[in-house]
């Protein structure tokens, strides 16, 4: 099952314009990661957020953090064609460093 | 690149056939974890290992099973394969426990079940 979900599951902007991509999730976490995937590919790590962080940067990333209604946000600021991809948000809620994935958000960035 | 390679990176099996996946990770990970991804959904947990012993498992059955070698290199094996067993299947691997929990995936075997 998934932890999380993403919204929303699909986003078309035009290049430069901002991407905002939101994550709920159900349970206590210690961190919440974000990943991107490119046409069924592997993931790759983006950023990483812990439970007792707010707010982090990375580049033109920004993820936000709000443990009190179980949510997170990633800003793509300036988007370019390069971002296209689907992004995941995902939880560990600690133990074995099991990582659970959300549903995912589809990012189309138009030149 | 991630420095995770899994393989074959592309597999035709039939209903009933067992297949094996393989998969090397980053060079000083011990942990390797296993994840099935459906079409159009997010990576599903199938188990984890953790010096060679399973430390973890997600709600799939007993004819999904999985194997740690010393050198930290793992295999994921299904038995029995069914037309849902269709997905691309992603490795892992994280550091040792205590340090960061970011996983580097390897890009993925697609399996096509008929």
């Known amino acids: 099952s998934q932890q999380g979900e993403e919204d929303p599951q699909a986003l078309s902007i035009q290049e430069g314009e901002n991407a905002t991509m939101n994550c709920s999730y159900k349970?206590?976490?210690?961190?919440l990661q974000w990943y991107r995937q490119n046409s069924g590919r592997g993931l790759v790590h983006l950023i990483l957020i812990r439970s007792n962080e707010r707010e982090k940067h990375s580049g033109r990333l920004r993820v936000t953090l709000d443990t009190s209604k179980k949510s997170s946000s990633l800003l793509i600021t300036a988007s370019r064609a390069a971002d296209t991809a689907s992004y995941f948000c995902?939880?560990?809620?600690?133990?074995?460093?099991?990582?659970?994935f959300g549903t995912g958000t589809k990012l189309q960035v138009i030149p | 690149e991630t420095g995770v390679t899994q393989s074959p990176t592309h597999l035709i099996k039939t209903r009933g056939q067992q297949v094996t996946l393989r998969c090397s990770s980053q060079?000083?990970?011990?942990?390797v974890s296993w994840y099935q991804q459906a079409l159009g959904q997010g990576p599903q947990f199938i188990f984890q290992y953790y010096r060679e012993e399973e430390n973890g498992r997600g709600n799939f059955p007993p004819r999904f099973s999985g194997l740690q070698f010393p050198n930290y290199s793992s295999e994921l094996n299904v038995n029995a394969l069914e037309l849902d067993d269709s997905a691309l299947y992603l490795c892992?691997?994280?550091?040792?426990?205590?340090?960061?929990?970011?996983?580097?995936f390897g890009q993925g075997t697609r399996l096509t079940v008929v």
């Open positions: 995902a939880t560990d809620s600690g133990g074995y460093q099991k990582v659970t």
């Open positions: 060079s000083g990970h011990n942990t």
């Open positions: 349970t206590s976490i210690n961190n």
């Open positions: 892992a691997s994280s550091p040792p426990q205590g340090m960061s929990t970011e996983a580097f």
